[in-house]
């Protein structure tokens, strides 16, 4: 699947975190990745249509907008329109129950923010493509 272009959606109330993951992700070498970045759920959300195949998603997003919607609201919005887009939760909470509840909602993962949190992220995106890849050739 080497001309396959992989869709990421980054949503992130943080600018600099999103423009700096966007470049990280599409100068990786293994795979053709195309990001999309959003300060919003909810603007995520009126982009669904395009089928991202991996959607990064803030748990905190009301940062820039008191009203917007939490990680989790959005995380419950994207299964049930692409139950097959992989969403891997971002947060700077450490609170064990809010990982669970995440991962129960469909999360294929849920990482804390910390000074490892772009290699994990890395890490756990190859994982999805290298996951979506063997599905296609089985």
Do not use: W
């Not at 980054?10 to 300060?39: C, G, R, W």
């Not at 971002?90 to 000074?115: C, F, H, L, P």
């Amino acid at each position: 699947m080497a001309n396959k272009i992989y869709k990421v959606f980054l949503v992130d109330d943080d600018v600099k975190t999103l423009i700096m993951l966007k470049h990280k992700l599409e100068s990786l070498p293994d795979y053709k990745i195309q990001a999309n970045v959003f300060a919003y759920g909810e603007n995520c959300l009126d982009r669904m249509d395009e089928k991202p195949d991996i959607v990064v998603l803030d748990y905190y997003l009301n940062a820039i907008r008191e009203d917007a919607q939490d990680g989790l609201q959005i995380l419950k919005q994207i299964k049930t329109i692409a139950p097959d887009t992989q969403v891997i939760m971002v947060s700077g909470q450490e609170d064990m129950q809010t990982a669970i509840e995440t991962i129960r909602e469909g999360a294929y993962d849920y990482i804390i923010k910390n000074e490892r949190t772009m290699q994990r992220l890395l890490l756990v995106i190859s994982k999805i493509i290298l996951g979506m890849e063997k599905e296609v050739i089985a």
